[in-house]
């Protein structure tokens, strides 16, 4: 799968990242999609979708979930849904002589339609959402998520698929849809590509707009980022992203493709949005900061192998339509951040005290929700599908299957290299899994598949640590496999003041009362979930509370002006107290021979079976 960048007369970047991009004999793709621009202002996207030999009845969809395990129905941006008759294509069944195409809604997100031969759908689907999860179309850019404004033949989704992108603004600098161009092609064909399926298209993000695009220096297959944005350096994003790039190959064997592209949305380009969407040769990112590239480069590009090629059983091949519940995320997820902190300090962007630093914010976050007591690594994945909920974001009711499998994933390395005296390492169960599983696209089995390889590599039994650790919510054994490192886990105790509740905004208005304890000052004063915040100690209420609360101490009076139903009601308490507990990864002077090497091997990706056969 390639992506390509053709120019013309004045500058046209094709930057679009395609998955299963197939260089195929046909000039003629068996479903076509025109996406047209026009107006971006007006946030519409103008979907015309071409559906060649339909025979009496289609049904097509629109996906109910992508980019986040969220059911978000993005049939609810679609609108004027209309059908007519097309010309016959060449070697397609012709359009019988009966009354023209109709098309009728089944439910929110399946329409059937009723017709013959060539059939042309319209549509219009509005976005205006900035983020690597969502689609943007505005007067500086578009950005899109594929699946979430094209539709699809859910029994044709095999097939291979033709888009084209209309009416770019001449104000942009560039678009970015792959294409295998010549200088002979016209700018209305310069905009377009095929794909070796409908699959393929939904994992290939496409940036149009206004952007800067370079390639890193060296790399082989190529690599080019996208920056749409301000406020950034780009030799310091060369640096950071070649560094971690040559690392990550370097640990896996081979790069998976033969073209990537990184698109980065920051400063004023990203909106306000953060994060990063992975997809098979490709990331899509978007940064409040151009500081938090490295941290969030590495995680992504690692999935390049776990999750996009090492891939869990219970998320393939993809259902559109509905939640797909997988016990896999501690590793395709937390496991995969493992390896964006190791990469960091490995590749020198850290030192090793960050490293440390890193992993104690991990624990200290996991060991401060109470649901860490009950809620298992395996089931924190299975319920990734409730994170949309606020109550299930609280402390709790859930852990999040990034920590937990992140802090399981630097405990399995260490056991890992003490069970085979520091010659095997979690490096290798995933080489492994890249081999028995990646390479020949075969998805594995969640957790077992995990267990088997993780025992074939360290020649032992871990069904103690997948049992009790992974599949059960036991206490994580940290100071014991620590210790097998040369590592000492410290605690450290603070008080600070504490509102008794949280809230969050509303769509629209005011803070909302989300959660409070029952045992804590504010239920005491009357204070009740649902309630709207209108004052706070007589002003506006602030616009980041946990700001607001590190700047006040326990035993503050708050003044609370709420509205409940509709009666205005003044609520008064006074802060209150809690203890938290801070840890913090240090190395241990008194640690023996075998533990140092161990620590080594951890911290520079190393270990002695690679140093015995290097000496050799």
Known sequence: MTDFLFRAGRFFGFLGVLFGFALCASLQATIRYEVSLAHPEQHLFHVTMTIPDVSDQATIQIPAWNALYQIRDFGAHIQQVEVRQGPAQPGSRAATDAAPPSIEKIDKQTWRITGNGTLIVRYATYWDEPGPFATQLNREHAFI????????????????????????????????????????????????????????????????????????????????????????????????????????????????????????????????AGGGMEHADSTAISLQSPES??????????????????????????????????????????????????????????????????????????????????????????????????????????????????????????????????????????????????????????????????????????????????????????????????????????????????????????????????????AEAGLQTGDLILKWNGGEPPRRVADWLRQHKSGELLHLMIRREDADLKIDFRLGEITETFYDIAEDSRAGDKARRIREGLLHGTTDAATIHAAN
């Open 145 to 272: 998520n594929p699946a979430m404004i094209l539709m699809y033949v859910p029994e044709r989704r095999s097939e291979q698929v033709h888009l084209a992108l209309r009416d770019i603004p001449d104000t942009w600098q560039g678009a970015g849809v792959g294409i295998q161009a010549s200088e002979s092609m016209s700018i209305a064909d310069q905009f377009s590509s095929e794909f070796a399926d409908y699959d393929a298209l939904a994992d290939a993000p496409i940036e149009a707009g206004k952007f800067e695009e370079f390639q890193l220096p060296g790399m082989s297959p190529e690599i080019w980022v996208v920056i749409h944005g301000d406020n950034y350096k780009k030799k310091q994003v060369e640096t950071e992203l070649k560094r971690i790039c040559e690392y990550e190959i370097k640990l896996m064997g081979k790069a998976p493709y033969s073209r990537y592209t990184f698109i980065v949305h920051t400063g004023k380009g990203a909106a306000g």
């Open 293 to 522: 590239l490295p941290g969030v480069a590495a995680h992504e590009f690692f999935h390049l192998w776990n999750v996009k090629r090492i891939r869990p059983a219970t998320l393939y091949p993809v259902d559109y339509t509905k939640e797909q519940y997988t016990r896999a995320l501690w590793f395709a997820e937390g496991v995969t951040s493992t390896y964006g902190s190791y990469a960091l300090e490995r590749s020198g962007l850290w030192s090793k005290q960050q490293l440390y630093h890193d992993l104690g914010e991990q624990i200290t976050e996991l060991e401060a929700r109470p649901a860490n007591r009950w809620q298992s690594a395996e089931q924190s994945s299975l319920d990734a599908w409730l994170e949309k909920y606020a109550l299930y974001e609280n402390p709790e009711y859930s852990v999040s299957y990034y920590t937990k499998g992140q802090v399981l994933g630097v405990l399995l390395d260490i056991l890992i290299r003490d069970r085979t005296e520091n010659e095997k390492s979690l490096d290798d169960v995933l080489r492994e899994m890249n081999t028995d599983f990646g390479v020949p696209g075969k998805p594995y089995r969640d957790g077992l598949d995990v267990q088997l390889t993780t025992e074939k590599v360290a020649g032992g039994s871990f069904d103690h640590f997948f049992k009790h650790y992974v599949a059960g919510a036991n206490p994580l054994p940290y100071q014991a496999t620590f210790a097998l490192a040369g590592l000492e886990l410290h605690q450290t105790a603070h008080q600070r003041a504490t509102l008794g509740f949280s809230a969050a905004d509303a769509p629209k208005g005011p803070l909302v009362v989300r959660n409070v304890d029952p045992n804590g000052a504010a």
